[in-house]
């Protein structure tokens, strides 16, 4: 009996080491920003874990943007950079394992950068919104941004006065706009919504196509200066 117990045990730990090996293979084969951000804003520079961009003047205020999974931090870069452009700082983290679920405090480490800044605004694309969900609920965020995403029950914002952006895309064969009404119970009372006409799940980055998604009806440049604009509008609404 003890010599099975044994034999069973190594079993049981091998299929573990395999599991946890082939968990980190599927890891690492990431979504890479596509060529498109170099036309657009030239080189992109990653600091110390982040993609970040910073205004020419005194900063209004900061915005996290927690990448999808699998999904490289540069593929945000042209958002953060227009974000900039607007006059925050913006930033998107390189997550652990390329899952930002696993690093949702992530964002703390820009905060503390940039101590002169008093409103941060934490948002992400699909799973990446579910972490930024989770920061907001824990770290008194002034904001939260959903991009193609949506908070799950365990982080609602349901029946406060958090101020919310849930922005969902009619091609969206992840994050579908089903499930976006279907969560709609979970955003807070000051929740605003914005439904991108043609556009698709894998075109809130710019980082080619995405395996479940649909094809969208608009440029992925289009999506993108649709996103920053809805963004920075509701970004100046909440001065």
């Known amino acids: 009996m003890?010599?099975?117990?044994?034999?069973?045990?190594?079993?049981?730990?091998?299929?573990?080491?395999?599991?946890g090996i082939g968990f980190y293979v599927w890891s690492q084969q990431t979504y890479a920003a596509s060529s498109n951000i170099e036309e657009w804003i030239g080189e992109v520079d990653t600091d110390d874990g982040w993609v970040v961009f910073e205004p020419d003047g005194e900063p209004e205020g900061g915005v996290v943007l927690y990448p999808g999974a699998k999904v490289e931090p540069e593929a945000y870069s042209y958002i953060a950079e227009q974000l900039s452009e607007a006059g925050y700082v913006a930033g998107v983290p390189n997550v652990r394992l390329n899952l930002a679920l696993l690093n949702a405090n992530k964002a703390q480490e820009l905060v503390d950068r940039y101590p002169d800044i008093e409103e941060w605004y934490v948002g992400g694309h699909s799973l990446g919104g579910v972490a930024a969900a989770t920061f907001?609920?824990?770290?008194?965020?002034?904001?939260?941004?959903?991009?193609?995403?949506?908070?799950?029950?365990?982080?609602?914002?349901?029946g406060t006065d958090t101020p919310v952006l849930s922005i969902y895309a009619e091609q969206d064969g992840l994050s579908t706009p089903a499930k976006i009404e279907?969560?709609?119970?979970?955003?807070?009372?000051?929740?605003?919504?914005?439904?991108?006409e043609g556009g698709n799940h894998a075109q809130f980055g710019v980082y080619g196509e995405?395996?479940?998604d649909n094809q969208a009806d608009i440029s992925v440049k289009e999506q993108q200066d649709e996103i920053v604009e809805v963004i920075t509008d509701w970004l100046e609404a909440q001065k």
């Open 182 to 196: 279907e969560t709609k119970a979970y955003l807070s009372d000051e929740a605003e919504l914005h439904e991108i």
């Open 136 to 158: 907001a609920r824990e770290k008194n965020a002034d904001g939260v941004i959903f991009l193609a995403s949506y908070p799950t029950e365990g982080s609602s914002f349901a």
């Open 2 to 19: 003890k010599r099975f117990l044994k034999f069973a045990f190594f079993i049981l730990l091998g299929l573990l080491i395999i599991a």
């Open 210 to 212: 995405q395996k479940g």
